[in-house]
């Protein structure tokens, strides 16, 4: 069958069977969702504050239910994309399982949710930032900026950077220079990773009409603003040894996993990933440039890596470089 | 404007959406019980004897 375009008896099965609960759960992107919270985790944790591990629990609930109202409303914006694209047809709003309008209410339900038990269990600065991201995800991102300029994840990624600075804030009820340096990390990583990704699902962006990098300038383009980032993103990722965020298990990961970022990103550079579009099936599956595909695994990995050197070092009391 | 579909399969999955959203909203009431009390305790200790 050709999954290109699938026929229309199979599109009215789809819309004909009712919603199930695990349908409502993928609207709200659960493996985005393990990512905000543990990057969230480790701000709370960095922030050196002593919390009430039911408040630190419920601040990390409210961090990840927004992270979930984001997806929500995401996928009620964007369903006339998603269903243009081989990687998200089959999410629940494209493929006619939930009603567009029941997946932007349940964004709207659980950010409103999520905003007033995070004000009422932590402080209004937590608050505002969770619903700032919210807000800048759901409609500054996914509305304007997705499909308007090849920038667009560029700007976007602060999205996903902030939840950070929220853990820090839930705990301390400040955001000070150490979180926004956890975010800066986030957001220069996002570039490197998405563009990774974008070259080999170059074929579904331009079909849905999407301003990715590699549609608009070019898979040249693209490998070497790749390199550039990395570049970027493996400096400032030393700097927490520096500002007495990291400790020497923190620098020993991100040096040598900067190296293999490195490493990766210049061969990608090298390459011709992304010249030759069309094979690939989706995010998980092993067709595409291998260049690409690799410096794409590798960039969770690392973000992982640093983010749990980080956990670690906190949890186990270890001390860092510079006090 | 079409009639929403009816049948045993919807209604049980209406049901079921039902079901999960009483356990949301008694999570919800729970984690703001959960709060207060945590909260209460805390500005109690603060004012001490």
């Known amino acids: ?323 | 404007m079409s009639q929403p579909p009816e049948g045993p399969a919807w209604l049980k999955a209406r049901r079921r959406r039902s079901i999960a959203i009483a356990l949301a909203l008694a999570a919800f009431v729970i984690i703001v019980f959960v709060v207060t009390i945590v909260r209460m305790q805390g500005h109690v200790a603060d004012v001490g004897f």
């Open chain 1, 1 to 323: 069958m050709d999954r290109a375009s699938p026929p229309l008896t199979e599109t009215a099965l789809r819309a004909a069977a009712p919603a199930r609960w695990q349908d409502y759960v993928e609207l709200l992107k659960p493996r985005v969702m393990s990512l905000v919270v543990f990057t969230a985790l480790t701000g709370l944790v960095c922030a050196r504050t002593p919390i009430s591990p039911w408040i630190a629990g419920v601040a990390v609930l409210s961090i990840a239910v927004g992270a979930g109202a984001s997806g929500a409303l995401n996928m009620g914006f964007d369903s006339d994309i998603d269903a243009l694209m081989r990687r998200t047809r089959h999410r629940p709003v494209p493929s006619g399982r939930v009603q567009r309008s029941d997946a932007l209410a349940l964004g709207v339900v659980l950010s409103l949710f999520s905003v007033g038990v995070m004000w009422l269990a932590t402080n209004l600065l937590a608050a505002a930032l969770l619903a700032f991201t919210i807000v800048f995800y759901a409609v500054v991102y996914t509305l304007w900026l997705k499909r308007s300029t090849p920038q667009n994840i560029v700007v976007g990624g602060l999205a996903g950077a902030l939840p950070p600075v929220i853990g820090w804030a839930a705990a301390s009820g400040a955001a000070p220079l150490n979180a926004w340096l956890l975010c800066a990390i986030i957001f220069v990583w996002t570039p490197p990773h998405f563009w990774a990704l974008s070259l080999y699902v170059t074929d579904d962006y331009a079909a849905a009409g999407v301003p990715m990098l590699p549609v608009v300038k070019g898979p040249a383009a693209t490998r070497r603003a790749i390199l550039g980032y990395s570049i970027l993103l493996v400096a400032l990722a030393l700097a927490p040894a520096a500002t007495g965020l990291g400790g020497a298990v923190y620098l020993a990961v991100a040096a040598s996993g900067g190296v293999i970022f490195l490493v990766l990103a210049a061969r990608l550079a090298r390459s011709h990933a992304g010249d030759q579009r069309g094979g690939a099936e989706g995010l998980y599956q092993v067709k595409g440039p291998k260049e690409a595909r690799d410096l794409f695994a590798v960039s969770i990995a690392y973000l992982f890596l640093l983010f749990a050197a980080l956990l670690v070092e906190r949890s186990a009391g270890l001390a860092t470089l510079v006090r």
